[in-house]
């Protein structure tokens, strides 16, 4: 696990942070530019030395404040990926690969070149100089090369930031590889809710310079205070579901998730494989009897926990499933004709049409802090 509890100030900025965060899967650090975040990363990475507090990886003291603990950075083993790849422009890609590799006493090596090099799939680039590459191909080489020092963890601070949507998208799937195949923890900083719903098992939202909250990713996204936050003006609630079965004949498949199954057109996904959805609240339609006749296949029943401030003529009413939660966007008039408040039992309906992105969920998706 990794634990965090620092001070820093840097300038007018007063950074202080605490969060811990599971030894698998991918921990995002998420905020707006300027609110602490790369900070995080550095001091993890030894980079920048916090004033007071600790840093902690799977029980091994990186800094104590009181115990006058700062491990140097080079002997911290953190594996440190930039928005740009900082690749040695003289070197080959193999060269870049093994520089950190050689550094590692042969008996402490656990990741060898191969496995790495098929994983990002950059075989064909090996003799090749880092000019000759494109901006995704040279940040696949980085993660390589941070991955073959031996880090204990993945440090990734915005790593894709650099890149538009085509070379993003050609490089998401190899860091949900890394998360599903390395043991490794990751910690990835970023400012896209798209990456964050896509990658991240727990989710740090940072503000000036302090945790506002800490969670899994469907936990915070559910949440009225913060969920706003994350999905920027589209606020909508993210589910972690497991593909329970198909329905060939009515080109169907179902989700299954905490609380309650979801219809969704055929997916070609096996079985049992986690798939993450996510639920925009105004695409939730609440109704206080179950409609008949009506064409949408999903009716969630649950209960009203918490309604939001009125935001112009609307309002964000937070439903619990039974074990997960839902954002619904209804109108003040609908509140006050229906008279819908906190505990209200309601049926939820999704529109098939509203599940607008879906991924695999993260192996370890549903870690709890
Ligand atoms: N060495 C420094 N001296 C003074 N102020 C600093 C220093 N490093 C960072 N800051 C300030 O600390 C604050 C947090 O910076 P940080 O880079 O951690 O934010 P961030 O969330 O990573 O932002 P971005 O998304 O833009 O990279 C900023 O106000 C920045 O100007």
Known sequence: MLDVAIRRRQGTFDLDIRFQAPSRGVTALFGRSGSGKSSVINAIAGLAKPDAGHILLDGTVLFDGARRIDVPAERRRTGYVFQDSRLFPHMSVQDNLLYGMRRVPREERRIALEPVVDLLGIGGLLKR????????????????????????ILLMDEPLASLDAER???????????????????????????EVVRLATTLVLVADGRVRAAGTVAELSGRLDVGGTIGGLEAGAVLDTTVAGH???????????????????????????????????????????????????????????????????????????????????????????????????????????????????????????
């Open 129 to 152: 100089r880092p000019y000759s590459l494109s901006g995704g191909e040279k940040q696949r080489v980085a993660v390589g090369r941070a991955l073959l020092a031996q880090p204990r």
């Open 247 to 369: 329905d060939a004949a009515t080109g169907l498949t179902e989700l299954r998730f905490p609380g309650g199954i979801l219809t969704v057109p055929l997916l070609d996904l096996r079985a049992g494989q986690p798939l993450r959805v996510r639920i925009q609240a105004r695409d939730v339609i609440l109704a206080l009897e179950p409609p008949s006749r009506i064409s949408v296949h999903n009716m969630l029943e649950g209960r009203i926990v918490e309604l939001g401030e009125a935001a112009g003529p609307s309002r964000d009413v937070r439903i619990d499933l039974g074990g997960s939660f839902l954002l619904a966007r209804v109108t003040r008039h609908s509140v006050e004709r229906l008279g819908l408040g906190v505990g209200t039992p309601v049926f939820a309906l999704v529109k098939s049409v509203a599940f607008d992105r879906v991924f695999p969920g993260p192996a370890g998706r549903n870690v709890a802090l």
């Open 168 to 194: 993003k998208a050609e490089i998401l799937p190899y860091i949900e590889r890394l998360r599903d195949e390395l043991n490794i923890p990751i910690v990835f900083v970023s400012h896209s809710v798209d």
